[in-house]
């Protein structure tokens, strides 16, 4: 490599989460992103897979909890990994992660249970963006709003800074149904996926502008007195250089079922089916085992989940409700199920 | 015993079937008369100790499949059995137990696998109607119809023949919803239970007169070419000296996980649930594992049933197409869960 090759990217995947929305898929010491849910490796790999592009990326440095140590590296053999003490939100991890990197370098903050369809989109939009990260902006990537969904954050596009890349004006937390739908029909919002590009200083600075309990305690080797807050919250609603770079690369944070049937591909009945099973006039549902064989009959957009010790049955709309389940069996004390 | 003593009735228990309407717990090598649904036992040994009574009853006689000798043997080790090379309907296996015995004994037939709660009222309807099968009648049980259920036959009602017992004028197999209606209504129509007393020498009359073709085959060693008809079908429908003693003593013959929901004392919000389960909002469900933690929310009147190696999800008033389900695994050659 000459002095004047440019430095490469340095991919920051966040492997944290507890896991709990996609139970019983999902376990304490099998989240999310460790899952096979689709063809390719589970997500956290098909993550990794998205920046193995040595012309582009550094090997990434994985902040994952101390709990998935084995897991993460089973996965990621070659992984920088860097182990959080406890989860505290994504501020103080990505904080982690920018005090490991050097200052200049440029970090590509990724969520390792994400899915992106299409990685070589995704890949040009982040060429698009390096300009701007390595100008001291802090780029998010604004996905195309397919639907009033009231689960995700949006950003709203404000003027044009370059060709695709715009300043972000706004961030809104998941908003209600009526202004969701407003956004849709307006074309000025796009959801966040929890993407970001941006240089390491750019991110402490702005830490310690915006957020300088966190930075101190990320700094000073307090990890768990930090306050645990997402960088959405702590950095992105009140930095000042935020751009933002559309994109429409198949994304979905497969943050529920009613995400993952979405993201299934539904044949025509609008089933997605996955594992051992026999549907007789069943539409709309999402049924997957990992194990048993499952059997559904004039059922109508239900989840049915089963694994070898645990069966799930919940309205497609209400999938969101399983973390209440998970909370209640940790309130029975019913560890063998979490 | 002297010779004043009357002779003890034979009891004559029917346990064929292939239990394929309560799959996925029912399976060929364990039919629905050798699960344990309730508290007391299967009922396959519930029903041996409905007739254990020694002043009213012999050791009984138990017809079962040939597959199901162990079973049967584990569950009742006093009784006398006799095997059906395969299954070829009531009539014939009442036949054979019929020859089995003497002449003059009275037979109580008695299917296997169904529910009835108060035993001691049904061993007095079975004293009120001994003097009638005694004197050459065969004695139905009509069991109070409780709902216009087009699932069972229905028998109606005549002339008082004595305390407690009617001539039947008519049997009528699964009616239409509509007459099923009027029959409730009406009052004079009971549900037919499958449940019958008369002397064996009285059945084979009536069936050499009604079904010459399986009297001829089973009394002469040919049992596999007898027609596969129902005792109702080939002798009920049109002998002529037939009574029927109507009775309310908790009967269900659990013949769908609709009648297992209702058999099971629901609860207030009309969920019926069994083994290791959680139910958030979830109403007038028939939830049942005998492994599987079994999680259910905001979904109603579904039937959700996990084993080991199955699950099963299908709304309560269409629980009757489970055997649906099974044929499809048969077309399908899915032994391994039938």
Redesign the interface.
């Known amino acids: 490599m000459t002095s004047d090759a440019p430095k490469p990217i340095v991919p920051v995947i966040l492997s944290g989460g507890s896991g709990t929305r996609l139970w019983?898929l999902s376990r304490r010491a099998r989240p999310k992103q460790l899952l096979e849910l689709f063809e390719g490796g589970s997500m956290l790999a098909q993550t990794a897979a998205r920046v193995d592009d040595a012309a582009l990326f550094a090997p990434p440095l994985v902040v994952a909890g101390a709990e998935q140590e084995g897991a993460v590296a089973a996965v990621l053999p070659g992984a920088r990994l860097i182990l959080e003490p406890q989860g505290r939100n994504t501020a103080p991890a990505i904080a982690l992660a920018a005090l490991a990197a050097a200052r200049d370098d440029v970090l590509l903050v990724l969520p390792s249970d994400h899915l992106i369809r299409d990685a070589e989109g995704f890949r040009d939009a982040v060429r698009r963006a390096l300009p701007f990260a390595q100008a001291g902006w802090i780029v998010t990537f604004g996905m195309k709003a397919e639907r009033a969904e009231t689960g995700y954050g949006y950003i709203e596009r404000g003027e044009a800074l370059g060709e695709g890349v715009f300043a972000a004006t706004r961030f809104v937390e998941k908003p209600d149904a009526a202004t969701a739908e407003i956004y849709v029909a307006g074309g000025a919002h796009d959801w966040n996926g929890g993407l970001f590009l941006m240089r390491a200083g750019t991110y402490l600075d702005a830490l310690a502008a915006h957020a300088p309990e966190i930075f101190a305690a990320v700094s000073e080797g307090r990890f768990e007195e930090a306050p645990a807050l997402s960088i959405d919250y702590a950095v992105m609603e009140k930095a000042d250089k935020v751009a933002v770079v559309p994109v429409a690369v198949g994304w979905s944070d497969i943050g529920s079922f009613e995400a993952l049937h979405l993201a299934c591909d539904p044949d025509a009945d609008g089933n997605a089916v996955a594992g051992a099973s026999?549907a007789?006039d069943a539409k709309g549902c999402l049924i997957r085992?990992e194990?048993?064989?499952?059997?559904?009959?004039?059922?109508e957009d239900?989840v049915?989940v089963?694994?070898?010790?645990?069966?799930?049955?919940?309205?497609r709309a209400?999938s969101q409700?399983?973390k209440?389940?998970v909370e209640?069996?940790k309130a029975e004390g019913?560890e063998r199920?979490i």
């Open positions: 019983p026999l007789l085992s194990g048993p064989l499952v059997v559904a009959i004039g059922v239900l049915i089963a694994t070898d010790d645990a069966v799930l049955v919940v309205p209400q409700r399983v209440d389940a209640a069996l019913e199920w």
